[in-house]
């Protein structure tokens, strides 16, 4: 196995002169050296072959032992010292200070046709920033975030991706409902690959030291290698990056929004610099469409990170983010001004994302309404935001409301129908969407592509997900494969999967790990 291996960040940045691997606050660095611990009985359970030949290695690479050796954290590669990276954060709204790579170690950055990763292990072992966790992860997250950031690959939204899932052959300790309750799981490692793991949190960390060396080493490192874009120099360099990060982390949110996606967990140390989704926590899909879910069970009061509150937050992140530059800039105004651009992009981008959803092509004052009103009627009753947009792609512009009505009701979780007042509101806002695409120039085909393209077939369903982890704890990683497969083609029909084309099953609506998950992984 033969990587081709960079170590720009290590060799450009400070290090941490301490070696010793105890958790303990650590200035004016951006890593410290560590080694990942060494599993007891590493195997691998599943390998990404597209992630794999990004990274320049081949599927003789996968099976080989040096491929589980490294990417188990059984072996350090040749010519690589790897390091776990300081980092801030807020979380749920509330300064954390100095948090970091408690179980991730960064192996080293590869380069591949051009473009270059950092390879990270996720669950290989404490660092000097396990605080007081144990640095591993437990195989039910690991499947979790090994499915789930290829999935969101595959579905078209930024994301780290996931090259391996290997179980340690270690048992870890988790109490999963912090109820009193804890229990061995088995253990598991999972190699993230991403451009880097840079966060928000750690501009954060230096600027609320006030350590203005180190964060300002920090931004021109993170420019001059992941925003080559980014010409100017001086205090717009800086701005230049802030705009930049504005603009894909608010793509990003858009995505999230468009699949129904629910981070869960979108503290600041959770945001990556590059607009990319990290940290696939205790996440989850929206099954019924409902603005105020939040799979996340410790945010279960406030509900800050519930599905529509998602753009908001963001922008809050966003606001620490531009705190943190700003000894950088020494002006506000800049960095408000895109701030308060925020709001009014995300309302045109929003728009757009959802005018795709509904296949329109043509834009028109009035959409805004249309999809208003459709957004508070999918939550009058419970409606399954994947089948439903996928549905709608089958009315045809010669529908009547009742005909339309009848490609969609598949949608609803009530199996004795929907109350008459909410049969007539679907009526009204059908008929006015039959018109609607009427006024557009193309084919019901036509149209239908364009919504397919854009409204998933299949998501990995919160319930999809524990049943693979149900199977897996048995040694059974049959399920695992199959949605690994079907969730690589997200927006094709798939007539052998039509079973994963349907609403949650009755078992799997309160069910923990299902709907209700801790951050407990
Ligand atoms: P998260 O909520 O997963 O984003 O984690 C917040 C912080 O806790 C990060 O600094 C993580 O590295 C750290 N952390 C989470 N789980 C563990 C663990 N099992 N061992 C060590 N650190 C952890
Ligand atoms: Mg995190």
Known sequence: MKLHI???FTSELPAD???NNVPRQVEKACFSYVLPKQPSNPSLIHASQEVAEFIGLSQKDIQSADFLNVFSGNTVYPGTKPYAMPYAGHQFGNWAGQLGDGRAINLTEVEHKGKSFTLQLKGAGPTPYSRTADGFAVLRSSIREHLCAEAMHYLGVPTTRS???IESGDQVLRDILYNGNPAYEKGAIVCRVAPSFIRFGNF???????DLPTLKLLADYTIKHHFPDIKTEGVEKYIEFFQTITKTTLDMI???QRVGFVHGVMNTDNMSIHGITIDYGPYGWLEDYDVNWTPNTTDRQHKRYRFGNQPNIALWNLYQLANALYPLVNDAKPLEEILNGFATDYKVKYLDMMRNKLGFKIAKDEDAVLIESLTELLQ??????TIFFRNLGNVLKSDSGATAFDKIKEAFYNEKGLEESVLNNWNTWLGYYIGRINQETFSDDERKKLMNAVNPKYV???YMAQLCIDAADKGDYSLLNELYELLKRPYDEQPESQKWFTKRPDWARDKVGCSMLSCSS
């Not at 954060?204 to 006030?210: D, I």
């Not at 009058?380 to 935001?385: G, K, N, P, R, S």
């Open 17 to 19: 002169l301490n070696e």
């Open 6 to 8: 960079q170590n720009n």
């Open 254 to 256: 858009v995505h999230w």
């Open 204 to 210: 954060e960390l230096f600027s609320s030291r006030n």
């Open 460 to 462: 990995l369903r919160n």
């Open 163 to 165: 090259l391996s899932l």
């Open 380 to 385: 009058l009753a419970e409606t399954d935001m």
